[in-house]
């Protein structure tokens, strides 16, 4: 929902360096004997049927979740929690736009299933603006005067308990960006309480705290069983964003007060953490190591061995090559209005970058969010997902990032590009893939990079990982079905375009996991979507720029597991009459042209052009 800012390390340092520092020697794993994994049938885990309120407590008239489920509204972001102790209730939520139509924000959706994924109710995080429970009054957000919450996600404790995080914001002052953790018990059909973990200030260009990381301990030999630990990003302007760590001892009653874990660092973002067996606890991060002439991303961690009281000075784990999406508007000053607008009124994330982007738009659409190249596509960018198993080896973890293949790195075509820039200055392109890095003695060092499922053709990003009882999956979108598919295109964009300059849509963008019962050596590599989708549906900024999230989630206990991931195959395509051109692009909408031809709003925005769903499905062994 904030800006994640993304960055491209300056053009003057060397590209064989940079390699050579970052030790990429590439080991394709499927040159190894593949494993088989299986993967349940997928489906809506946000569904289009009525939603519940939480403790069932009763839904009065203005009530915004009174909308929910039949108005067909946006939902991305999910996160995925598999109940360690009965692990037939799986829970997700999500960044929801079901809310906006009444209560004029966007909230956390929470989701539950009781069978494993099969079937799923839906809820909301109490406390949105017209939640008039009590539950809802006794929120600290609702008493704070928040309008919006999201960036979902979740962790279960060994005793039923589930922790729910996320931010939570208002779109204009006060904005008092802040972040909280929600107490589930009962297997979460008990919702308890929501507490503030840290607070933002009022100011629109103040402190933002954001990007939400939270685990919470499991280990079998563990002496800190059941505590949580949360971490995320303190953005203050100029990249200088911080990483912050609290932990709670008490169940998610109380948080200790947020403290600094990064330094030495810029543009720290992208939090995850993972607890071994022992009660050791590493946070990770993406960030940017060097001075401004050479700095490269990285992504960094922090280790704890004393249950969160303190943590080590960060160290890098990878260092890589960006995969990370930017070209030029064609009307900067427009698109900077568009994106604030859009922001403004719950209809799409801010898209800032920072001064040392190879572009001035990480996302380009229709009308004033069209860009120079001619695409259409959403925001992506590298971030990392770590994963110890709590009953397994303490000092092996398994880390995973998307990034850019280096030996696929080539001159742009165009303005588009996702690589760093060239020695040169010359703007590159990359296929993106999605690496493997493994410790086995507690982070003292790291394996090299390795892919994780190398393929000839196609996109990779937003990975996912987590290790239980010897078993590890792995999630991540890939477009390697994609007919258009090229280093030169973004995903669900083709090489040829329409009379007006814009490149034609495609479909071929599908969800892919993975197993391994071996440590990470042999992976088994499953679609698990059965419907390719089209990512980059116009449904934000006035139906004229797309916006996909910027992450998949998979949670598993010993040999099940269940990924989640943001899903178009249910949104109504259509033509935006205001626009020539990029009908591919263009959702389903109803405007009227007045006498002078100027088109008014949608009036139908729950046809269906804005159905974004959350998707699922469950991989085994």
Request: charged letters at 20%; glycine letters at 12%; a negative charge.
């Amino acid at each position: 929902m904030r800006p994640v800012f993304i960055r491209r390390p300056d053009p003057s340092r060397s590209r064989l360096g940079l390699i050579a520092a970052a030790g990429l020697t590439m080991v394709p794993l499927a040159l190894l004997p593949a494993q088989a994994t299986q993967a349940g049938a997928d489906g809506p885990v946000s569904v289009d049927t009525a939603y519940t309120k939480a403790n069932n407590k009763p839904i009065t008239a203005g009530d915004a979740i009174s909308r929910c489920g039949t108005n067909r509204r946006q939902q991305n972001e999910p996160t995925s929690a598999v109940d360690p102790t009965k692990p037939t209730v799986v829970t997700s939520g999500s960044n929801d736009y079901c809310t906006v139509e009444l209560a004029g924000g966007t909230w956390a959706g929470f989701y539950r299933s009781s069978n494993g994924g099969q079937t799923w109710q839906d809820s909301l995080l109490p406390g949105y603006p017209t939640d008039n429970s009590s539950e809802g009054l006794a929120s600290p957000l609702h008493q704070l005067g928040i309008g919006n919450a999201g960036d979902p996600v979740q962790a279960w404790d060994l005793h039923g308990r589930l922790f729910f995080m996320g931010n939570a914001f208002n779109r204009v002052a006060p904005q008092r960006g802040s972040v909280w953790v929600a107490t589930y018990d009962k297997h979460a059909t008990r919702y308890l309480r929501t507490v503030i973990i840290a607070r933002g200030t009022p100011a629109t260009n103040g402190v933002f705290n954001d990007k939400t990381a939270i685990e919470a301990d499991r280990g079998v030999n563990s002496p800190y069983d059941g505590n949580v630990y949360t971490a995320f990003s303190v953005f203050q302007g100029g990249g200088n964003n911080e990483i912050q760590f609290a932990r709670s001892t008490d169940h998610g009653q109380t948080f200790s007060h947020p403290t600094r874990i990064s330094e030495g660092s810029k543009g720290n973002q992208g939090a995850d953490i993972a607890v071994t067996s022992n009660g050791d606890v590493y946070v990770t991060w993406n960030g940017t190591v060097g001075s401004r002439a050479t700095g490269r991303d990285a992504m960094l961690f922090a280790k704890s061995t004393d249950g969160g009281r303190s943590f080590s000075k960060p160290r890098v784990a990878a260092e890589f090559d960006g995969f990370d999406a930017a070209d030029f508007a064609g009307d900067p000053d427009a698109a900077e209005k568009a994106h604030e607008r859009a922001f403004e009124t719950a209809d799409g994330p801010e898209s800032e970058v920072e001064p040392s982007s190879a572009g001035n738009s990480r996302d380009c659409g229709s009308g004033p969010f069209s860009c120079l190249s001619g695409f259409v596509f959403f925001r992506h960018h590298s971030s990392p997902h770590i994963t110890a198993d709590p009953k397994g080896d303490p000092n092996k973890l398994y880390l995973v990032y998307d990034a850019s293949i280096p030996s696929t790195e080539t001159a742009s075509t165009s303005t588009y590009n996702t690589a760093p820039v060239a020695p040169n200055g010359t703007l590159q392109v990359a296929q993106g893939g999605i690496y493997l890095r493994t410790t086995t003695d507690g982070g003292a060092s790291w394996s090299k990079a390795r892919l994780l499922a190398p393929t000839a053709r196609g996109h990779q990003f937003f990975p996912d990982i987590n290790a239980d009882g010897g078993k590890i999956f792995a999630v991540w979108h890939d477009s390697r079905n994609d007919p258009g598919y090229s280093v030169q295109n973004p995903p669900g964009n083709a090489t040829k375009t329409d009379a007006q300059g814009y490149h034609l849509a495609t479909f071929g963008l599908d969800t892919y996991g993975a197993s391994s019962t071996d440590g990470g050596t042999t992976w088994g590599v499953v679609k698990l979507s059965s419907q390719s989708q089209m990512p980059n549906y116009e449904m934000f900024g006035d139906r004229r720029v797309p916006f996909h999230g910027d992450y998949n989630y998979v949670s598993s206990v010993n040999g099940f597991a269940y990924g989640t991931w943001t899903d178009t195959r249910e949104v109504k395509p259509g033509d935006d009459p205001r626009y020539e051109g990029g009908e591919g692009f263009d959702v389903f909408q109803c405007r009227t042209a007045d006498a002078a031809g100027v088109f008014g709003a949608d009036t139908c925005p729950t046809a269906g052009g804005l159905d974004q769903d959350i998707y699922g499905a469950s991989m085994t062994p």
